[in-house]
């Protein structure tokens, strides 16, 4: 059987690492790397390679960054011909970015099967370019893998068949447990408690009125805990398009976006951790570490019902008033949610590889 794994941005590499993993434990798999060169900075991409222990890409597309369009239709021009050369038995795609999406669609029109690890999260709104990307690519998946009930039964609810629906647990929760042991952070006078930030939603900091106000109560925050606040390339570029670089006082500590070691090690000691990613709220549930998540919703809603994360929506006084409360003591750890045990890339493999095998060709049909 034949595996090509498709990944390109940051927040794929923890989640395809499992699966890579698991289905190398088993004979008879070939597996293809294809990395789409979304994200390309060291920092973003080689890094976690090395840490995830992920083998070098066997393909990469080098796409970079442009408009969603450009990025998502070069992926599929480069991608067509390396699908239509080796043939896979099976396209895995992982989470929700550009990548994701334009790998899914080039598949499906090819008639090549595709997996969706992490299929259906929903934050029901479609200003976000992820749940664009999660919507196309569930309803082209021929095998969707869900993480918890709600998105099972978010699918159930789109129309697609029971049939194609596994739910397996959280499979970025298997690099957490694996590699939690040997986390660490050599960041030098590393305060006993402080805040984690991470930020780079385009809805919080392309906006320049509201990215000041960000950063004012990360200023506010940072007098009654120090702040840790690596920076996303996208929001690096932002604070200096609208001017902000000198408006952080001194107890808000910027770095470079950090390694999965190092960030995964700052995660698990912090006092709270203030993000708009999705990843880091599903990590911060697992750890159990209070998460203050600065958007109005989430496509991962089983954080806030049963794990450690709080919505507080872009409501500056509210997030300043929850880390009070948090340093007060007025906060409860939650609970980790069923199949978040370090064992669903295992799951997946096993699925897939139980599924019937391919009996058409891979061929172009052109218009
Ligand atoms: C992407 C994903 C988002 C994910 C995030 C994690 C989409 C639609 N979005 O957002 O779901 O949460 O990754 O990081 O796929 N850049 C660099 N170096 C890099 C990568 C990006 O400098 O290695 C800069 C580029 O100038 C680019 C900007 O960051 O313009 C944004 O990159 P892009 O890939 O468009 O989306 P992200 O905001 O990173």
Redesign the pocket.
Known sequence: MHILHVVG???NFMKAAPVLHAFAKETNVLQTLVHTG????VS??DVFFRELEIPEPDVNLRVG?SS?AQ?TGEIMIRLEPVILERKPDWVLVY?????TAAAALVCAKLRVKVAHVEAGLRSFDRSM??EI?RLVTDQLADLLFTPSQDGTENLAREGIASGKIRLVGNVMIDSLVRLLPKAHCALPNLPERYALVTM?R?ANVDDPDFLGDLLDTLNRVGKVLPVIFPV???TR?RIGEHKLSDRFSESVRLTEPLSYLEFLSLQSKATVVITD??GIQEETTFLRIPCLTVRENTERPITATLGSNVLIGRNMQRLSEEVERILAGGFSPGQIPPLWDGRTGERIAREIISEPRRTEAVTMHHI
């Open positions: 941005a940051r927040p979304q994200h390309y900075d973003m991409s960054s969603h990025q989470g929700d970015v550009n990548s370019p992820e990307n780079h385009p996303h390339p996208r570029q990613s999705g």
